[in-house]
């Protein structure tokens, strides 16, 4: 598959939408339900750091973005990191792509730590961010339910070899 990466815009929100969708609808990507709309979406993501992925004909085909872990100053170097891949894209490397490019833009604009939470029965989710230099930090356990189901959350965290090194 060929594509290129480019910055998300608001108008790429229904394409973002419809991929977010797809990854609820697997019930191992997030404890989500529904997915915001665009305003909503815009001021829980940091205004920096929002990626899409593209095909060479015009279709999104994943999409990457932070949002901010608190609003406390000793932090403002930290960011949860949300990485989807469409499902007719995922297998093909795009996920790694997206995830490699989120960390370069996340240290141009002077992120320290990514963070990451997925769930343990989302292997993929964990691989991907293990070939991007994020370690395991930990399992919250039964962490929360999602349709009557308890899901544990492996915790995940790169830190940057240069942002905010002495």
């Not at 790429?12 to 797809?22: L, S, T």
């Not at 795009?94 to 960390?103: N, S, W, Y």
């Amino acid at each position: 598959m060929s594509y290129s990466i480019e910055a998300l815009r608001p108008e790429d929100w229904p394409q973002v939408r419809a991929i977010y969708v797809e990854g609820i609808s697997t019930g191992t990507a997030t404890f989500e339900t529904d997915v915001p709309d665009w305003d909503e979406w815009d001021r829980s993501h940091l205004p920096h750091s929002r990626l899409m992925a593209r095909t060479d004909e015009g279709q999104l085909a994943g999409w990457a973005a932070l949002s901010p872990v608190s609003d406390r100053c000793a932090y403002g170097g930290v960011a949860e990191v949300s990485v989807y891949v469409g499902a007719a894209s995922r297998g093909q490397g795009l996920g790694k792509a997206l995830l490699d490019a989120l960390v370069r833009e996340s240290e141009a604009a002077g992120v320290w730590t990514l963070q990451a939470g997925m769930f343990a029965q989302n292997p993929a989710s964990i691989a991907l961010h293990e070939n991007c230099g994020f370690r395991v930090v930990g399992v919250r356990e039964r962490l929360g339910a999602l349709r009557g189901v308890w899901h544990d959350v492996v915790l995940m965290e790169r830190r940057s070899p240069t942002v905010g090194a002495d």
